[in-house]
């Protein structure tokens, strides 16, 4: 991808604002991370450390492989599931040092928000697959809701920045409150005797045992509700309703997100209805992949519960990381809002393929067998990693050729175009 010059122009206009209003980051969490990032020498870039927080999520995955490469929902040793709550708190403490540690070094760009949020948005993914492996939802379509409702939580506060210039964290926000609350569900797997099956239980058990006398007024809440099945409280699941307050954790998200767009265009003269169109090309991939996983419904190829769900919802969060860096970095650089990209393309084809018994009457084109979905689904993820290392490669290569600030180094252009380290320039 070539950056144009009109993009570089409105890069060198580009200004990080943020507004958290989470009490945890400002009265407990805050004053930890300024004492953390004393720890680090100024010789390490922020970006650097960034990813090295990504890299504890990475062997977090990689012990999960380990012990469930297929995903299938096996116990693992109490160790791992206390390592993941570990991995993913110094991921949170390294990713909010990273600003701290710009302003120190003197590093502070465009490309630290861009690098910032490229790995939140691959840790999002990762932290689904984590976190349902945990709560024992595995292979089911729980698990694909948490994929969708987790992209849309983050593409949500991305938009919003996008029109409004600041990112916004509010009271309970998932970069902060989010990432403790599944820091605490790891923990409880770890310690509990049930293990992920302490989740599949009713979340009322341990109240109605303690106050038997409460059951008739669940059962008559739920008959006036029409609840039944599981979704009667008194038989409502832990994970299920972990998964239900995820949800509607997403919808406050993004009604507060378009408040604060509301105020922004308003106050700038805009109109308030044309931000909504940028919710089409993510609401608009999120219903091609879920058509494709559609297709084990219609007899087609089987993924929601087989072992290549775990592929596919990999290649899904590239396919997002590369659709949300897009528009990260049309916000830094001014640019028009980003509506569409190949992989949205690449995804259709797979939809349509899977789909095609279903569509057509006769066998996929590519999908045809199990063993052929097997490897196109792990093709596919494959693809979408190369496509996005090839994107953010390129990205940061001319952002850093043209700011010149170094990405993983502490070091700074001179005044002849020659990368020199911060001693260096303090000495010209």
């Not at 599931?81 to 540690?101: C, E, N, P, R, T």
């Not at 605490?184 to 341990?206: E, K, N, Q, R």
């Not at 409280?233 to 998200?253: D, H, I, K, Q, Y």
Request: net charge neutral.
């Amino acid at each position: 991808m070539r950056i144009t010059k009109k993009q570089l122009a409105g890069l060198d206009q580009y200004k990080y604002s943020g507004v958290d209003k989470s009490v945890v980051s400002k009265h407990v969490l805050g004053p930890f991370w300024t004492w953390l990032v004393t720890l680090f020498p100024k010789t390490l870039a922020p970006n650097t450390i960034t990813f090295l927080g990504l890299c504890f999520v990475f062997i977090n995955v990689g012990t999960l492989l380990w012990y469930d490469v297929t995903y299938e929902g096996k116990v693992l040793p109490s160790w791992v599931y206390l390592s993941w709550a570990v991995g993913l708190f110094a991921y949170q403490s390294m990713d909010a040092i990273d600003g701290k540690q710009a302003r120190r070094t003197g590093m502070a760009s465009a490309l630290g928000e861009m690098f910032d949020h490229g790995c939140d948005a691959i840790n999002t993914t990762l932290e689904v697959i984590l976190c349902a492996h945990a709560l024992g939802l595995n292979r089911s379509w729980w698990t694909v809701a948490s994929q969708a409702a987790s992209l849309c939580n983050f593409y949500a506060s991305t938009w919003e920045e996008y029109h409004t210039g600041t990112l916004y964290l509010s009271a309970f926000s998932g970069p902060v409150e989010g990432i403790l609350l599944i820091c605490v569900i790891y923990l409880i797997t770890a310690f509990h005797p049930l293990g992920p099956a302490f989740w599949s239980a009713p979340l009322l058990t341990p109240l109605l045992k303690a106050a038997p006398g409460l059951l008739p007024y669940f059962q008559q809440f739920d008959q006036a509700l029409g609840l039944k099945g599981y979704w009667q409280l008194e038989r409502l699941p832990a994970n299920v309703a972990f998964m239900s307050f995820g949800a509607l954790g997403t919808v406050g998200n993004i009604v507060n997100s378009y408040y604060n767009v509301i105020a922004a265009r308003r106050k700038a003269g805009k109109p308030i209805l044309t931000p909504l169109l940028g919710y089409l090309p993510f609401f608009t991939h999120t219903l091609i992949l879920v058509l494709w996983l559609h297709a084990e419904l219609r007899g087609g190829v089987s993924l929601v519960h087989d072992a290549r769900l775990l592929p596919f919802i990999g290649y899904w969060g590239m396919a997002f990381s590369y659709q949300v860096s897009q528009l990260i970095l049309a916000h830094v650089t001014k640019s028009p809002f980003p509506f569409w990209n190949g992989m949205m393309v690449y995804s259709l084809f797979g939809a349509i393929d899977a789909n095609f018994g279903w569509l057509f009457g006769r066998e996929p084109l590519v999908q045809s067998s199990p063993v052929a979905a097997n490897v196109f689904i792990c093709m596919s993820f494959f693809v979408a990693l190369f496509n996005y290392i090839r994107f953010a490669r390129e990205v940061i290569w001319q952002i850093t050729e043209h700011t010149g600030i170094a990405c993983f180094t502490v070091r700074h252009k001179d005044a002849n175009g020659q990368w020199v380290g911060n001693d260096e320039r303090k000495e010209q």
